[in-house]
C-alpha cells in the first residue's frame, strides 16, 4: 500500500499549489479520501475529505473558500487544490485514506512565505 503526495513546496502569500496523492495497493473507490495538515508545534488537524462519488467537505474555517478537494477514481488520486494561501497555511500536507482500513502518506511541505 502506498500514499504518494507531491505538488508541495515553496509559495508566496496569495499564491496557489495543487497537492495530488496517488494511492496503490488497495482499492481507491471503496476509500475516502483525506487531507491533513500538521505545522510546526501544533496537532495534525484535518482539512478536507472527498468521498467515493465525489462528495467533499473542508473543514477549517480558516480556509474554506480558498481550498477545495476532489478526485479521479480513474487515475487512484485525489487533489487539494490551494488558493490565496497565507503563511498560516505553512504546514506538512498528508494524503489519508479511510476504508476497511486506515493508511497515510510521507506528506509534503507547503511553506508560505515571502
Known amino acids: 500500500v502506498q500514499l504518494v503526495e507531491s505538488g508541495g513546496g515553496l509559495v508566496q502569500p496569495g499564491g496557489s499549489l495543487r497537492l495530488s496523492c496517488v494511492a496503490s495497493?488497495?482499492?481507491?473507490?471503496?476509500?475516502?479520501m483525506s487531507w491533513y495538515r500538521q505545522a510546526p508545534g501544533k496537532e495534525r488537524e484535518p482539512v478536507s475529505h472527498?468521498?467515493?462519488?465525489?462528495?467533499?467537505?473542508i473543514y477549517p474555517d480558516s480556509v474554506k473558500g480558498r481550498f477545495t478537494t476532489s478526485r479521479d477514481n480513474a487515475k487512484n488520486t485525489v487533489y487539494l487544490q490551494m488558493n490565496n494561501l497565507k503563511p498560516e497555511d505553512t504546514a506538512v500536507y498528508y494524503c489519508?485514506?479511510?476504508?476497511?482500513?486506515?493508511?497515510w502518506g510521507q506528506g509534503t511541505q507547503v511553506t508560505v512565505s515571502s
Open positions: 489519508n485514506a479511510r476504508g476497511l482500513r486506515t493508511f
Open positions: 495497493g488497495f482499492i481507491f473507490s471503496g476509500y475516502v
Open positions: 472527498v468521498t467515493s462519488a465525489g462528495g467533499s467537505a
